[in-house]
T-cell receptor, first 113, second 115 residues
Framework: QQPVQSPQAVILREGEDAVINCSSS?????VHWYRQKHGEAPVFLMI?????EQKGHEKISASFNEKKQQSSLYLTASQLSYSGTYFC??????????????FGQGTILTVHP | KAGVTQTPRYLIKTRGQQVTLSCSPI?????VSWYQQTPGQGLQFLFE???????NKGNFPGRFSGRQFSNSRSEMNVSTLELGDSALYLC??????????????FGDGTRLSIL
C-alpha cells in the first residue's frame, strides 16, 4: 500500500522552513527521500533505517518514528534550489522487499525569492 | 563515477508494437530496479534484478518483462504496447546488499510515447 505524504503542496519564501511527512500503514525497514525537478530524474537525498538515528544533509534532515511508521523531512532556511517534488519511498520490513520502493504521491515544494 | 545511464531517452511507438529499454548501472552496483512514472499513478515499481535474477516484481501485466546480464546491465521489454503504457520509465541501481538498506540512484529515464 502506498505511503501517504502530507502536505500535497507547500509554497515558501526563501529562508523559510518546511516539514514534509510520510506515513505508512505497514511496518517499514527503511524510508528513502528523493527530490525530483521537472523533467529530471529523482535525486537521492537520504535514507533512514529502522532503529537508526536522525539523518542530516546540509540544511535538510529527516527522522523516522518506528512506533508511528512515519518519517518527516525537514527543510530549513529554504533556498530557490529546493523547489521540486519530494517523494518518500518505503521499503517494507520482512526481508522480501529487495529493491522495491513504494513511493508516496509526492509533495510539490515551491520556493519564491 | 559515472551515473546510471538509460537509453534511449525518447521513444515513440504505435499500439501493438514492442519496445526494449536499456539501463547501465553505476559501476559496482549489482541491483537494478525499474519504475514507471505517470502523472496519474506516480512512481510504480516494475521489477528488480540482482546478479541476473529477478528478486521482486510489481503488479504489472506479463507484457512487461526484464532481464539482467552478467555485467549488471539490464533491459526492460514491453510487448503489445497500449496507449496507457505512455510514461517515463526509470531505472535505479544500488549495491543491493543487506542488512544495510542501500540508496537507489536513478537514471534520467526513457520517455515512451504510444500513438
Amino acid at each position: 500500500q502506498q505511503p501517504v505524504q502530507s502536505p500535497q503542496a507547500v509554497i515558501l519564501r526563501e529562508g523559510e522552513d518546511a516539514v514534509i511527512n510520510c506515513s505508512s500503514s505497514k511496518a517499514l525497514y527503511s524510508v528513502h527521500w528523493y527530490r525530483q525537478k521537472h523533467g529530471e530524474a529523482p535525486v537521492f537525498l537520504m535514507i533512514l533505517l529502522k532503529g537508526g538515528e536522525q539523518k542530516g544533509h546540509e540544511k535538510i534532515s529527516a527522522s523516522f518514528n518506528e512506533k508511528k511508521q512515519q518519517s518527516s523531512l525537514y527543510l530549513t532556511a529554504s533556498q530557490l534550489s529546493y523547489s521540486g517534488t519530494y517523494f518518500c519511498g518505503t521499503e517494507i520490513a520482512g526481508g522480501t522487499s529487495y529493491g522495491k520502493l513504494t513511493f508516496g504521491q509526492g509533495t510539490i515544494l515551491t520556493v519564491h525569492p | 563515477k559515472a551515473g546510471v545511464t538509460q537509453t534511449p531517452r525518447y521513444l515513440i511507438k504505435t499500439r501493438g508494437q514492442q519496445v526494449t529499454l536499456s539501463c547501465s548501472p553505476i559501476s559496482g552496483h549489482r541491483s537494478v530496479s525499474w519504475y514507471q512514472q505517470t502523472p496519474g499513478q506516480g512512481l510504480q515499481f516494475l521489477f528488480e534484478y540482482f546478479s541476473e535474477t529477478q528478486r521482486n516484481k510489481g503488479n504489472f501485466p506479463g507484457r512487461f518483462s526484464g532481464r539482467q546480464f552478467s555485467n549488471s546491465r539490464s533491459e526492460m521489454n514491453v510487448s503489445t504496447l497500449e496507449l496507457g503504457d505512455s510514461a517515463l520509465y526509470l531505472c535505479a541501481s544500488s549495491a543491493g546488499t543487506r542488512p544495510e538498506a542501500q540508496p537507489q540512484h536513478f537514471g534520467d529515464g526513457t520517455r515512451l510515447s504510444i500513438l
